[in-house]
């Protein structure tokens, strides 16, 4: 069983940058990910990353969004900058059992409580 926290969520002004957290219950090789849901939309994924350091990215945030993990803190990070209004949403941390990644939500077995940006103009 893999739990996942995160932390680091909050209210920027558009422009504004946020890092999100994500603490990992022990040592966990498969991929991990973060996505996001906005109210009255599906899930969607943001960023991904494999346990070798292989990282992907949604394309509305290739350049602005930066994926990352320390090893040794078990904890996944979610650099976000130059955020906009439609970057608002709940953040969730994800974690899959292979070690493929996938944009797909539903292959994802383990999943954080969440933390909500919200990104004012």
């Known amino acids: 069983q893999v739990q996942l926290v995160e932390s680091g969520g909050g209210s920027v002004q558009v422009g504004g940058s946020l890092r999100l957290a994500c603490a990992a219950s022990?040592?966990?090789?498969?991929?991990m990910g973060w996505f996001r849901q906005a109210p009255g939309k599906e899930r969607e994924g943001v960023a991904l990353m494999r346990s070798e350091g292989r990282t992907f990215y949604a394309n509305s945030m290739k350049g602005r969004f930066t994926i990352s993990k320390d090893n040794a803190k078990n904890t996944l990070f979610l650099e976000m900058n130059s955020l906009k209004p439609e970057d608002t949403a709940m953040y969730y941390c994800a974690a899959k059992i292979t070690f493929s990644c996938s944009w797909y939500a539903a292959d994802f077995s383990y999943w954080g409580q969440g933390t909500q940006v919200t990104v004012s103009s």
């Open positions: 022990g040592t966990y090789s498969g991929c």
